[in-house]
């Protein structure tokens, strides 16, 4: 598989100090996304069929309607509304011709199997995956080629469990035989330092709170509460891409 590189926003990102860059990268890779789709872009014929056939996870449709471009989300919504039209149909139907408590129920379900097999795949979720790839296996690639990017990235701050998860799997398409085996080690001990230290931070903030302790100093952990949940779901996941 051929996978751009994208080294420099990997470099920046592992200069950047936070608990998880890969969540810094699919924040921004999620903004652009939901920008894209709330943009002409979705005046074009193509766009649209998109739209229309895959449509977005519950998630992103709140983000494009609190996105403030009531015009393009409208259109996009015109049409989608219409191709939900025709596959709802049959199912209103059935519902009006029940008969029986029995036959309802059934037609009730057999609907809402359809609404759910509408709702599946999420066109913002897509955008964002093909750049997670690429950020995970930009990070795997450094790894093995760039000494001075490997010591960074052991001195900094590691991943969030959710995109460890993310970069091992890509890890695969990335490296072999040692040099995977040494790079699964090396995220994994990563993690299990970075883990300690979010709840060490924590545990500081429990003590904070204790009168006796109010004129200690915070060490940083003004926020530790927040980083030890993020740094267990990271942040920007991408949550049902569409699968063809
Ligand atoms: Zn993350
Ligand atoms: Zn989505």
């Not at 990335?174 to 090396?186: C, E, N, R, T």
Request: charged residues 30%; glycine residues 6%.
């Amino acid at each position: 598989m051929k996978i751009q590189l994208e080294t420099i926003p990997v470099w920046d990102g592992v200069r950047e100090g936070s608990e998880c860059f890969i969540c810094s990268l699919m924040k921004k890779a999620e903004e652009d996304a939901v920008r894209y789709y709330l943009s002409s872009a979705v005046m074009t014929p193509e766009v649209r069929v998109e739209t229309n056939r895959d449509g977005f996870c519950s998630h992103h449709f709140s983000l494009l309607a609190e996105g403030g471009k009531p015009q393009s989300l409208a259109l996009v919504m015109d049409t989608y509304y219409e191709e939900s039209k025709g596959i709802y149909a049959k199912g209103f139907e059935r519902i009006q011709d029940a008969s029986s408590p029995r036959k309802l129920e059934k037609a009730v379900s057999s609907f809402f199997s359809s609404v759910h097999e509408r709702e599946k795949g999420c066109l913002i979720c897509s955008r964002m995956e093909e750049r997670l790839v690429r950020y995970c296996y930009t990070v795997a690639a450094l790894w093995k080629e760039d000494s001075e990017f490997r010591k960074a990235l052991e001195e900094s701050k590691g991943f969030c469990m959710h995109h460890t998860e993310e970069l091992y799997r890509v890890a695969k398409e990335a490296l072999s035989g040692d040099d995977l085996v040494q790079y699964g080690k090396f995220l994994f001990s990563l993690l299990e330092r970075s883990l300690d230290r979010v709840q060490h931070d924590d545990w500081w903030m429990t003590q904070k709170y204790k009168s006796e302790n109010k004129d200690k100093p915070w060490n940083g952990c003004e926020d530790a509460q927040k980083r030890a949940v993020y740094k267990l779901i990271g942040e920007g996941r991408v949550i049902d891409p569409v699968s063809r």
